[in-house]
């Protein structure tokens, strides 16, 4: 089993930065991809980056595009979501997502490809 374990969450101002950390603990090494999820009060989990290793192939919604950036230390087996730009609507649960396999370019926007997840780390952006 993996134990993903976020943290970085937090409270900002509208046009302010957060950058997320999810590490990855117990059978780590069979990680392949990695992504984040976010989901607010009232709607479905959706769709945020991905991140597969050791490609390093990237995926972004479109909502947040120019302004996170997902990246992975492997040496530290963490996952990192940077942040920027904020906005209101980017406020959200976020979850941090992980499979063994690697996942096709088009089913990694799906939650339900993904086996292992986090426990969620709160961000709250004001205007």
């Not at 134990?3 to 590490?23: D, I, K, N």
């Not at 991809?33 to 945020?48: D, L, S």
């Not at 390093?56 to 530290?76: E, H, L, N, P």
Request: with cysteine; aromatic share 12%.
């Amino acid at each position: 089993q993996v134990q993903l374990t976020e943290s970085g969450g937090g409270y900002v101002l509208s046009g302010g930065s957060l950058r997320l950390s999810c590490a990855a603990s117990g059978h780590s090494f069979s990680v392949n991809t990695m992504g984040w999820f976010r989901q607010a009060p009232g709607k479905e989990r959706e769709f945020v980056a991905v991140f597969s290793f050791p490609d390093r192939a990237t995926t972004y919604a479109d909502s947040v595009k120019g302004r996170f950036t997902i990246s992975r230390d492997q040496s530290k087996n963490t996952l990192y979501l940077q942040m920027n730009s904020l906005k209101p609507e980017d406020t959200a649960d976020y979850f941090c997502a992980a499979h063994p396999n690697r996942i096709a370019l088009s089913g990694r926007r799906s939650p339900s490809a993904y086996r292992y997840w986090g426990q969620g780390t709160q961000v709250t952006v004001s205007s």
